[in-house]
């Protein structure tokens, strides 16, 4: 049954290709083409990457673009088998990485055993610089490329703020969240230069691994590849944790999503109260 109605969110999608849909997880094995899938998640929900390396079995991307990743730690993977979990992320020295285990990590990489491996982690002390100068300044001569030489219109640039400041527990003084939207901004383009550049030396398809907020349509990656790159395809899928009787009132921001149970976790707010 499920993949019946798979199927007929296929037809669904292959006719309203512009039409924002949920989907079941078995629509994951017949994605609609694209020169670029940005695969959203939950960091720590073991449901979230087993979506995303079923998907990225079904896409074979020639490149796989990870925010978890460094540059470097990506050019260190490819030089390694992608087959041992444990050598692999001893060698990415993932236990200090601050992310989630990486046994849910590795098949998203035995996925695509011969895609390229990109990294979009930038240096926590640029992330903190465009907190206090503005992403543009930190980002360099390809700031206006990613549109971050644009300021926010007034309604948009509160709407982040308040993102932000539920996203930390109502914890920040509110002096922080413009920089706090600035670094969001930072990200969002490094993300967008780092799908450009696996483009450019693969030729695509690539596939992103990144949360669920890169990966809006409205703020995330795919605005910023809107700005630096308007030919390309990119189709957006967010995953979602709801609890099974929560409805969902209004569409989220992806092309595509899937609304999965939460992953039982401690209180995230915990330590702000602490503190």
Known sequence: MARFWAGLAM?????????AAQILPDVLD??????????????????????????VA?????????EMLSPEQ??????????????LGQALQWQDSGWPDFAMYHPIFTAAPYAALYGAALPRDRVRRAISEGAAS????????????????????SRREAEQMAAHC???????????????RLRDAGLARAVLQAMDATGGPVAVITGTGH??????????????????QVLSIGQIEAAPDTAIETAPPYDLWIITTPTPRADPCAVFRKN
């Open 11 to 19: 037809i669904f999608l292959a006719h309203n290709a512009a039409k």
């Open 30 to 55: 017949m994605l609609p083409p694209a020169d670029v899938v940005i695969l959203g998640e939950v960091h720590d929900n073991p449901t979230h990457h087993n979506h995303q390396a079923r998907a």
């Open 215 to 232: 990966a809006r349509t409205d703020t995330g990656i795919p605005a910023a590849l809107a700005q630096a790159a308007p030919q390309l």
């Open 58 to 66: 079904a896409l074979r991307p020639a490149a796989l673009v990870f």
């Open 138 to 157: 930190v980002f360099g001569a390809e700031a206006a490329q990613y549109g971050l030489t644009t300021a926010l219109d007034p309604g948009d640039q």
């Open 170 to 184: 109502n914890a920040l003084p509110p002096e922080m969240l413009p920089g706090m939207v600035q670094a969001q």
């Open 74 to 87: 990506a050019g260190l993977a490819m030089g390694l088998p992608r087959g041992d979990a444990q050598a």
